[in-house]
């Protein structure tokens, strides 16, 4: 699915549906869902129905489903900015110094 080409409810409606599917590959039904997330069965149907929730009940269910993994391949940790690369890099030190007066080098 083109996700760019879809208008925002078919998205939403979309993500329902992998998350029924989900569900149901684990072999559990709406209501068990519900109860392991601490919610009420009409929340997860209305999900499943037209992927509207609140964030934190996408996250519940989704620690039911054990799906929360997925989450990384969603958003990945941003590792540093180009510029912070940059910076960094030009503290990196190049050659040893020379020692001092008395001071033995192994």
């Not at 993500?15 to 929340?43: K, Y």
């Amino acid at each position: 699915m083109s996700f760019y080409s879809a208008t925002d409810p078919v998205i939403l409606a979309e993500i329902g549906d992998r998350i029924r599917r989900r569900r149901l590959d684990r072999n559990l039904s709406q209501q068990e869902v519900a109860e392991r997330a601490g919610l009420d069965r009409t929340t997860v149907g209305a999900l499943e129905r037209e992927g509207r929730a609140a964030l934190l009940t996408f996250v519940q269910v989704l620690r039911v489903l054990d799906a929360l993994d997925e989450l990384d391949a969603f958003l990945p940790a941003q590792g540093p900015s180009p510029l912070e690369l940059a910076r960094l890099q030009g503290k990196v030190r190049r050659r040893a110094s020379t020692s001092r007066k008395g001071e033995e080098t192994d």
